[in-house]
């Protein structure tokens, strides 16, 4: 008995060695199929959004020149110049959903097309819904090098409120501005917990806007898998024109300026 006892042990201990390590050890990101990669990620942002502007504005006819260095912003002045917004994204396995929402109030000091002084405001409500296809994801715990790259698109709806104030005459004008995006995004990895994060897209292609661009550049701080905090510059460009003569309005204008999100992690 003794000798059938070691003779087995030699056996399977022998075999241990010749099988290669396990799956559950190997640091790669889970398998498709498997319960990992079969659950839903979720994230929930919420940044603030310093917006400045810069263009051209045209309400009832009346063009401006406003113009609003973001440094110059007031955050506790008679509103807020700004925006305050909600972000979300949820994947599973290798496709996702984006949802942002935001409201941006804007005033600046203008010139008329006639040279007189005018006060001249947007205020709108910026919706946005995009799918995006992961491309890839980097390893976990991964920090200088590592690539995580999606292709988007979706639809940006747009709320605008235009104002124009001037000593002879005041005039405003409303208008909803639906238009198609594509674009992409990348972060790469600086350290285990510092990346760099850039995105872009493009929109309108005349069908309500123009051209529609937006490029939003930061750094995101991974404080834990739970928890981010983004710092950052955004850029977003509308180009559109609604009527003619008297009755023209719209705009060729950027608003842009710092940001600062938090964001939340959450699996389910």
């Known amino acids: 008995m003794p000798a059938l006892l070691a003779a087995a042990f030699a056996t399977v201990n022998a075999d241990a060695q010749t099988k290669p390590p396990s799956a559950a050890a190997s640091t790669s990101l889970p ?21 400045g502007l810069d263009g051209t504005l045209t309400v009832r006819g009346s063009e401006l020149e406003p113009s609003e260095d973001p440094s110059d912003i007031d955050l506790f002045g ?15 396995r290798t496709f996702g959903l984006i949802f942002d929402s935001m409201y941006v109030d804007v005033g600046a000091t203008a010139n008329t097309s006639i040279g007189a002084a005018a006060e001249g405001s947007v205020q709108g ?10 491309v890839t994801r980097p390893e976990p715990g991964v920090g200088w090098g590592a690539l995580a790259a ?20 005041t005039a405003s004008s409303s208008h909803w501005v639906v238009d198609p995006l594509v674009g992409g995004r990348i972060e790469v990895g600086l350290t285990d917990w510092l990346g760099y994060k850039l995105r872009g897209d493009i929109g309108g292609f005349g069908l309500a806007s123009d051209l529609t661009w937006n490029v939003d550049t930061a750094f995101a701080f991974h404080f834990s898998k739970l928890f981010q905090l983004d710092l950052g510059y955004r850029w977003l460009d509308y180009d559109f024109s609604k009527g003619s003569g008297t009755d023209q309005s719209g705009l060729d204008l950027t608003l842009e300026g710092p940001y600062l999100g938090v964001q939340f992690a959450f699996v389910f």
């Open 150 to 169: 999606d292709v988007l698109a979706g639809v940006r709806f747009t709320r605008l409120d235009l104002g124009v104030d001037t000593a002879a005459t």
């Open 31 to 51: 398998a498709v199929g498997s319960d990992a990669a079969d659950t839903w990620h979720l994230r929930l942002g919420i940044p603030i959004w310093l917006a």
């Open 125 to 134: 409500f910026v919706g946005e819904l995009d799918a995006f296809y992961i």
């Open 78 to 92: 008679s509103h807020l110049d700004g925006a305050a917004a909600l972000h979300a994204e949820a994947e599973k």
